[in-house]
Nanobody, 122 residues
Framework: QVQLVESGGGLVQAGGSLRLSCGAS????????MAWFRQAPGKEREFVAH????????YYADSVKGRFTISRDNTKNTLYLQMNSLKPEDTAVYHC???????????????WGQGTQVTVSS
């Protein structure tokens, strides 16, 4: 089993930045793909970004491309999401996920964190 705990969320003004972290425990995740998803109230869970096991390959949703950066530190069993130029429409609960393959659909990831709230004010 893998336990995931997100942190770093909060309230920020439009144009600001936040850095989310996702710590994994229970087993090493260094050979797994990891991803960030987000879910706004009343909406479905939405793909944000994913990264392969080595960190060499990343992929972003069009809505965050050029503003967000996903990265990982396998020595710390930790995933990151640097979010710059935040917009009110980025407001959501952000979840990290772990799976065997990098994918954009939630069903590809068996392990999920509880999420951290990000609120961007206009």
């Amino acid at each position: 089993q893998v336990q995931l705990v997100e942190s770093g969320g909060g309230l920020v003004q439009a144009g600001g930045s936040l850095r989310l972290s996702c710590g994994a425990s229970g087993r090493t995740v260094s050979r797994y793909a990891m991803a960030w998803f987000r879910q706004a109230p009343g909406k479905e869970r939405e793909f944000v970004a994913h990264i392969n096991w080595s960190g060499e390959n990343t992929y972003y949703a069009d809505s965050v491309k050029g503003r967000f950066t996903i990265s990982r530190d396998n020595t710390k069993n930790t995933l990151y999401l640097q979010m710059n130029s935040l917009k009110p429409e980025d407001t959501a609960v952000y979840h990290c996920a772990v799976g065997a393959f990098a994918a954009t659909v939630p069903s590809s990831y068996p392990y999920w964190g509880q999420g951290t709230q990000v609120t961007v004010s206009s």
